[in-house]
């Protein structure tokens, strides 16, 4: 019994200096053979998780950061196994846990989706809405988000494999039945503005595909003609054949369809997204409005292109407020987003100037006010030349008047008769308002820079004014200003029949009513420039 465990016991001491004997050997081969068989037959049944897994588990981190050589690597190794059919959908579905890159900035922040490399959650930190919410111009879904790319017919967005290179970009690869996409955003966070790239690659013929572009459609503002809204949204298209605005809402249905169109854009009144194509390959856009997620998308289409083997594209994509010199610090044809009218010659210096004003008031309105009075300085000129004209006119009316009764029988001798006596005078019957004609383009111009520049949004002037973008609450201001204009009336001289002085005594009411819903700020230079007229008319009528 002794001597057999001192045998056992011997036999064990000696095995444990030679652990790779045969039979250990034999194990190993075994098991090797098991798990490859077994990892084979996975493969072939499950060859996405298995990829997956094996992916994962290789790299040994989140698949987000998993170096694109690494990858391929695997990949190779693990294609052999597939056959083609299973390698086009394993390329198209690969990664599809890949997580959206997140990009933060002082003035916005966003995020960057492998799902067409759509930007999502578009947040501008600068600039709340009307319930102090942070602004947010994203809307996305599976199907579509903003500046993804998407090929024609296929319901799902193009999946990209993201890689973060930087604190300001991102690149991400994509493939889908032979063709490889590979799409780069460089991005200017003080500018809202990404420099995009898009290179396709295939062996004979290029899809066609799509960048996309969406906005979430509101309902329509109320408006009538004596409360009109400046509230809207567009569909705004520059094009081989001239500009397109059109106004779209949640109520109607939209269809629009452009052709070579070098920048489309969907914007509100005071914020917008829009893409620039910067290629030498001019798209068509599309634009509809899906009224199940209430959503207006855009569409920038690339042709299908024949016998061709690669395509690059550039683009500037926009997503950010309407203001005129972020616009066009990132390119100049952005800047027309701002509707400025057809004088937006004379709109754009005006608006420097206003900005100068506010660069040393530090207020807004008081901006706007010594913007009136500089503006009804420079027009004084032609004022003083208008109340010579009326006061002139108002010396010869009794003559006229004795004139007009004596000839009330004969127009054209009375005519004949009212001309020689302006003549012999020296009245031009035009003289008081032609002046006033040559200034108009002015006055139009500065209520258009007050009506659309993202300045005056929810920017305070003092007392009962807190957003100069909004209507007054109180409605002191069209109160005010209809005062003025009546005083006005009071002192100006007037050449009219008695009937027409009844009919002009309404209005200051009419203009009261009118000024009801515009925006304080464009009711603050109203009223500021109807003063100023009429101390100037009470100043310059007694010189004349």
Excluded at 68 to 95: C, F, G, H, Y
Excluded at 131 to 153: P, R
Excluded at 183 to 209: C, R
């Amino acid at each position: 019994m002794v001597t057999t465990l001192f045998l056992r016991r011997n036999v064990v001491e000696n095995n444990q200096g030679s652990f790779l004997d045969k039979n250990t050997i034999i194990a190993i081969v075994l098991t090797i053979i098991v798990w490859v068989g077994w990892s084979q037959y996975m493969a072939k049944k499950y060859p996405e998780a298995e990829k997956e897994a094996l992916i994962e588990t290789l790299a040994g981190k989140d698949s987000t950061k998993i170096d694109a050589n690494v990858k391929q690597s695997i990949e190779a190794n693990l294609e052999p196994s597939l056959d083609q059919s299973q390698k086009e959908v394993a390329a198209t579905t690969i990664n599809k846990d890949v997580k959206p890159v997140v990009f933060d900035f002082p003035k916005l922040s966003f995020t960057v989706s492998p799902l067409g490399m759509g930007l999502n959650e578009i947040i501008l930190k600068d600039y709340t809405d009307r319930e102090d919410k942070n602004i947010q111009l994203s809307v996305s879904s599976k199907t579509y988000s903003n500046f993804a790319t998407k090929l024609e017919g296929k319901d799902e967005l193009l999946f990209f494999d993201l890689k973060k290179i930087s604190e300001t970009e991102v690149i991400g690869e994509g493939s889908f039945e032979g063709v490889t996409y590979e799409k780069k955003y460089k991005i200017n966070p003080e500018t809202f503005s990404i420099d995009a790239s898009l290179s396709v690659k295939g062996e004979n013929t290029l899809p066609q595909f799509e960048t996309l572009i969406t906005e979430k459609a509101n309902a329509p503002a109320a408006s009538s003609m004596l409360s009109p809204s400046m509230e809207k949204q567009e569909v705004i298209v520059k094009h081989k054949d001239g500009d397109d605005r059109e106004i779209f809402n949640n109520q109607e249905p939209f269809v629009g369809d452009f052709n070579s169109v070098y920048m489309a854009s969907l914007s509100s009144h005071y914020f917008a997204t829009a893409v620039m194509d910067m290629s030498d390959v001019i798209p068509n856009f599309k634009a509809n409005y899906d009224k199940a997620n209430e959503t207006m998308i855009g569409k920038l289409i690339y042709p299908s292109f024949a016998g061709t083997k690669s395509l690059d594209l550039k683009y500037k994509l926009y997503f950010g407020p309407k203001d005129v010199s972020t616009l066009q610090s990132v390119n100049a044809n952005l800047s027309e987003l701002v509707d400025f009218g057809m004088f937006s010659f004379i709109a754009e210096p005006l608006l420097r100037l206003m900005k100068w004003f506010y660069s040393f008031l530090g207020n807004w309105g008081l901006a706007i006010i010594a913007l009136t009075v500089l503006v009804r300085l420079v027009v004084l000129p032609f004022n003083v030349m208008s109340y010579k004209s009326m006061s002139k006119m108002q010396a010869i009316q009794p003559t006229l008047k004795a004139v007009r009764e004596k000839y009330k029988d004969d127009p054209v001798r009375m005519n004949q008769e009212v001309m020689g006596i302006m003549k012999q005078e020296k009245v031009n019957p035009a003289g008081g308002c032609l002046p006033m004609l040559l200034q108009f383009p002015i006055f139009i111009a500065l209520y258009r820079v007050l009506s659309e520049s993202i300045d005056l949004y929810k920017a305070p002037f003092g007392l009962w004014i807190t957003d100069l973008s909004l209507k007054d609450p109180y409605y002191v201001l069209p109160i005010l200003m209809g005062i003025s204009m009546f005083l006005q009336q009071k002192i100006t001289p007037s050449t009219m029949d008695p009937q027409q002085q009844k009919v002009m005594a309404f209005m200051p009411i009419v203009f009261s009513l009118l000024m009801i819903s515009l925006p304080s700020g464009l009711t603050l230079y109203i009223f500021v420039s109807t003063i100023f007229g009429v101390i100037q008319q009470q100043l310059f009528m007694k010189k004349a």
